[in-house]
């Protein structure tokens, strides 16, 4: 499974990004397995974002409850991550992950900064 998601950027405190992920791979069936955004900060583990289920359900962390949403489009097997009001301590490289292989995207840097 391929996962290729867009393009990071430097946003300001306040400001919004939309991050996209898009899965490919001959056997992967996007419409059956749930979907995830993780982030990494310098010198730490991945911790997981927001999750959302074959049913469309989701999940976030703690830190991003109301801020963030995640949402997919099975016609285009695309996984998003709006973004809103971020702070500076949303800073990170993010991932997206599927549940079915576990396989990662290459990462990209959210950078929150005036």
């Known amino acids: 499974v391929q996962l290729v998601e867009s393009r990071g950027d430097l946003v300001q405190p306040g400001g919004s990004l939309r991050l996209s992920c898009a899965a490919s791979g001959y056997a992967f069936s996007f419409r059956k397995y749930d979907m995830s955004w993780y982030r990494q900060f310098p010198g730490k583990g991945r911790e997981m974002v927001a999750v959302?289920?074959?049913?469309?359900?989701?999940k976030y962390a703690d830190s991003v409850k109301g801020r963030f949403t995640i949402s997919r489009d099975n016609t285009r097997d695309t996984v998003f991550l709006q973004m809103d009001n971020v702070k500076p301590d949303d800073t990170a490289v993010y991932y997206c992950?599927?549940?079915?292989?576990?396989?990662w995207g290459q990462g990209t840097q959210v950078t929150v900064s005036s």
């Open positions: 959302v289920d074959v049913n469309g359900d989701t």
């Open positions: 992950h599927e549940h079915w292989l576990g396989s």
